[in-house]
């Protein structure tokens, strides 16, 4: 089994208007590895949802990408569109944000995954696609999945809708799978349910998993690696257990500090400030403005992403704070 399956250089996207240009990801890289589920956490607004549907293509026509996304052999970033299509769902499956909103609500459920099956296994037949389409719904454990069939999104709840979602991106066995807010607006219980579904199937299937999210309390529980971002760039990336017992940029020590824990008593920390507009970014280091830390020097010269130990790398300038502050 190859070491990395997705490697991601050097991503940028920024979105043109005549002559204004505005970066909302910018000079990304990382990788991915057969099995392992990487996290992407941030801010609403810092990038995350971008940089996902940069990975595969499907950014809006006023956006423009350049850097490359290397899978299996292949650079995404320069396959023709319909390449990019049989990539799109097959090799790639993707959990969108608002199961509320993502189903189309006048095709049954049925209906739609047999759709994704007609486009990328086109030997079926249609029985064999009714099948296999039950047997995804089946599979996450969605109750009466040949009655959910043939039922309208409207008629199922949210959690039933984030199911239905799963099937149809795992319904023609992906090497990766991205979950972006993949439990956003389901209740805790539900959201448990979730993330114990996709750890299944993960484990069954070998699939790689991108998961964005900005709850840290579920990178907690289901990630292995961790890439922080802020407005558009990578401030901190590690090992789950790195990231959480050992943050070393301030923005991830803000983070983890707006955390509740249980019995605690103490009073969450607040970052002060909010995230720049993308249009005017601050010169230097970008969280300079909110930073704690900052000196002069983080306001005129912007940090590299580095390695302070092997494998936990941030961009800070600064880093290991503990020998620096």
Excluded: W
Excluded at 32 to 37: I, L
Excluded at 169 to 188: G, N
């Amino acid at each position: 089994m190859a070491e990395t399956l997705l490697d991601v250089r050097n991503l940028s996207t920024a979105f043109v208007n005549g002559s204004k240009k505005v970066t909302v990801v910018d000079d990304v890289s990382f990788s991915v590895a057969p099995g392992r589920t990487l996290a992407i956490v941030g801010e609403s607004g810092c990038g995350k949802s971008i940089l996902s549907l940069s990975m595969i293509r499907l950014v809006p026509d006023t956006a423009r990408t350049v850097g490359q996304i290397l899978m299996d052999g292949e650079d995404l970033a320069a396959v023709s569109p319909q390449r990019m299509r049989q990539i799109r769902g097959g090799k790639i499956g993707m959990i969108f944000q608002e199961p509320m909103t993502s189903l189309n609500p006048i095709m049954t459920v049925g209906a739609q995954l047999s759709e994704a099956l007609k486009l990328h296994v086109p030997e079926l037949n249609a029985a064999e696609r009714h099948e296999r389409a039950v047997e995804g719904l089946r599979r996450v454990r969605l109750p009466a999945p040949e009655a959910q069939f043939h039922r309208y999104p409207h008629e199922l709840s949210g959690g039933m809708r984030q199911r239905v979602m799963i099937a149809m991106a795992l319904s023609c066995e992906p090497e990766l799978l991205i979950a972006d807010e993949p439990t956003t607006a389901l209740d805790v219980t539900v959201q448990a349910e979730i993330l114990a579904l996709l750890g299944d199937l993960q484990r069954d299937t070998g699939m790689a998993v991108i998961l964005i999210t900005h709850d840290l309390g579920v990178v907690a529980e289901f990630a292995d690696e961790v890439m922080v971002m802020y407005a558009g760039r990578i401030v901190e990336r590690g090992t789950v257990g790195e990231i959480l017992s050992d943050p070393q940029h301030p923005y991830t020590i803000g983070l983890m500090g707006s955390i509740p824990r249980f019995g605690s008593d103490d009073r969450l920390l607040a970052i002060e400030g909010t995230v720049p507009a993308l249009s005017a970014m601050p010169p230097g280091c970008r969280f300079a403005p909110r930073c704690v830390f900052a000196v002069p020097r983080c306001a005129g010269e912007s940090p590299v992403l580095r390695e302070v130990t092997a494998g936990h790398a941030v961009s800070c300038h600064f880093a290991p704070l503990e020998d620096n502050l």
